[in-house]
């Protein structure tokens, strides 16, 4: 099992451009989340999903969007970059009750 | 939005000393998790509690789920450079609610 796998692991925009952040976990989890993490401020919940075709909000969704059309599949959306959305974002998957969640090895994202 | 309050923030210690963290919270958790996070990675599920008073250890780390649902611990025995990172608390009441994460307690270890 590769895990929890995201791409890219980096990436550089400019502001006002627009990205997907890919994951993908191959371990059957019903529950996927997105977290990003800015620095000495611990995980915050963007967005996460207890099934496909089902998504919710998290503490921080704001300027982001998400899907959930199959399993394995959960992107993240960012329309319009903005500078405060520097961070760097983690893909997590889990089997339902939220507990034991299994993260990816992140995506640092830059927007200048 | 709810949060864990985890101390201490930052640690300092010699190798081969014992270390000991904790993290509180004004509401009860049902499942109280501990990560660690490598530079550059994500974080890694260390030891997961499941009921009051659990006493659970994995190697050289022991951590704890108190008594009241409203706190935990975690000790790491004996220190060894690759101990470096950062730790972090987690909680789960119940259901779908998604995992509450404290802001971690980055450790450094003096060889």
């Known amino acids: 099992n590769a895990g929890v796998t995201q791409t890219p692991k980096f990436r550089i925009l400019k502001i006002g451009q627009s990205m997907t952040l890919q994951c993908t976990q191959d371990?059957?989890?019903?529950?996927m989340y997105w977290y990003r993490q800015d620095p000495g401020m611990g995980l915050k919940l963007i967005y996460y999903?207890?099934?496909?075709?089902?998504?919710d909000k998290g503490e921080v969704p704001n300027g982001y969007n998400v899907s959930r059309s199959t399993t394995e599949d959960f992107p993240l959306r960012l329309e319009l970059a903005a500078p405060s959305q520097t961070s760097v974002y983690f893909c997590?998957?889990?089997?339902?009750?939220?507990?034991?969640?299994?993260f990816g090895p992140g995506t640092r994202l830059t927007v200048t | 939005g709810q949060q864990l309050n985890q101390s201490p923030q930052s640690m300092f210690i010699q190798e081969g000393e014992d270390v000991s963290m904790n993290c509180t919270s004004s509401s009860i958790f049902n499942t109280w998790l501990w990560y660690k996070q490598d530079p550059g990675e994500g974080p890694v599920l260390l030891i997961a509690?499941?009921?009051?008073?659990e006493l659970t250890s994995n190697g050289r780390l022991t951590a704890q789920f108190g008594i009241t649902r409203k706190d935990s611990f975690l000790n790491i025995s004996a220190s060894i450079p690759s101990d470096v990172g950062i730790y972090f608390c987690?909680?789960?009441?119940?259901?779908?609610?998604?995992?509450?994460f404290g802001k971690g307690t980055r450790l450094s270890v003096i060889a």
């Open positions: 371990m059957n989890h019903n529950y």
């Open positions: 987690a909680g789960h009441k119940s259901g779908n609610t998604p995992l509450v």
């Open positions: 509690l499941y009921k009051a008073g």
């Open positions: 999903s207890v099934g496909a075709g089902i998504t």
């Open positions: 997590a998957s889990s089997y339902p009750g939220a507990n034991e969640q299994y």
